[in-house]
């Protein structure tokens, strides 16, 4: 497999540096099978043309932020401040928006599992953008669409996603469907900045565990304002792992100030 690279402008203070372009295809895929097991990662048998990917093993001294002050306390007290001021400020938007879900199709509100620090499972909470029986479809989806799957495969996501509704796709544009994570953050299953919440059955995917279980996920992050929905599942690894690696008071203030920008240009999907 041929590697490309090439450089991600540097929104956040963070420089990136050269970071690979994985193609149109996923380097390595899986079979779900049973739920990662901390410390030791968990093979899983891969049908070709794929190759499973073992996740890299890092030892402690290599991401030595995750043990500073900030990363222990800070980030905590900095998240629940801020927190508390985004409700105060968009609590009734976030009002209107259900309103405007529960017209279109019904309950307003989408709770899924997620992976938090050390592996914690919570359910995060996002407003509903797709059908109810979304998850249902996805596979009936993916099997009358070659290229709707190779797409999945790659990112985990799907750019034109049938399943998503009118009200929806705006939601997503602006990433408004993620106002009820705010909670989430409150609770302490999240952070204002990190990494993107991964579902469980994702973790066979991911190339450096530790840099992901060593932080609460975020609702914006690294990922977010540089990558965003433009690469493959795997990049995200390197990107949460150079998170991990320099993380920051003003390394997330900076992340934060540039996910205004991302929301303003309407780069969701």
């Given amino acids: 497999m041929t590697l490309h690279y090439r450089n991600y402008p540097d929104y956040s203070g963070v420089h990136l540096g050269p970071l690979p372009a994985m193609g149109d295809h996923s380097p390595w895929s899986y079979s779900a099978g049973e739920p990662y097991a901390l410390p030791q990662p968990t093979l899983y048998d891969t049908p070709a043309p794929y190759e499973v990917v073992v996740p890299v093993p890092l030892a402690p001294d290599e991401l030595p932020q995750l043990q500073s002050r900030y990363a222990r306390l800070g980030k905590r007290l900095f998240d629940i401040t801020l927190a508390l001021i985004a409700l105060f400020l968009t609590l009734p938007v976030l009002v209107m928006l259900a309103a405007a879900l529960w017209i279109e199709g019904g309950n307003p509100f989408y709770a899924q599992e ?28 993916l099997d009358a669409d070659p290229d709707l799957r190779a797409e999945w495969e790659l990112t985990q996501k799907l750019k034109s996603d049938p399943r998503i509704t009118p009200v929806g796709r705006l939601l997503r544009k602006t990433s408004m469907d ?92």
């Avoid at 914690?120 to 989806?141: I, S």
């Avoid at 977010?224 to 493959?232: D, F, G, I, L, Y």
């Avoid at 991990?244 to 303003?264: E, N, S």
């Fill in 114 to 141: 997620r992976l938090g620090l050390h592996g914690k499972r919570f359910r995060m909470w996002k407003l509903r953008t797709m059908v109810p029986d979304a998850e249902d479809r996805l596979d009936e989806y």
């Fill in 178 to 269: 993620e106002l009820p994570q705010i909670f989430n953050v409150l609770a302490g299953d999240m952070s204002l900045v990190g990494p993107r919440p991964m579902l469980p059955d994702q973790m066979p995917l991911y190339r450096y565990p530790q840099a992901y279980l060593g932080v609460r996920p975020g609702i914006t992050g690294l990922w977010q304002v540089t990558a965003r929905n433009a690469e493959s599942f795997d990049l995200r690894a390197v990107l949460d792992l150079r998170y991990a690696q320099r993380l920051g008071f003003w390394r997330d203030v900076r992340i934060m100030a540039a996910t205004f920008g991302a929301i303003w240009h309407a780069t969701g999907y």
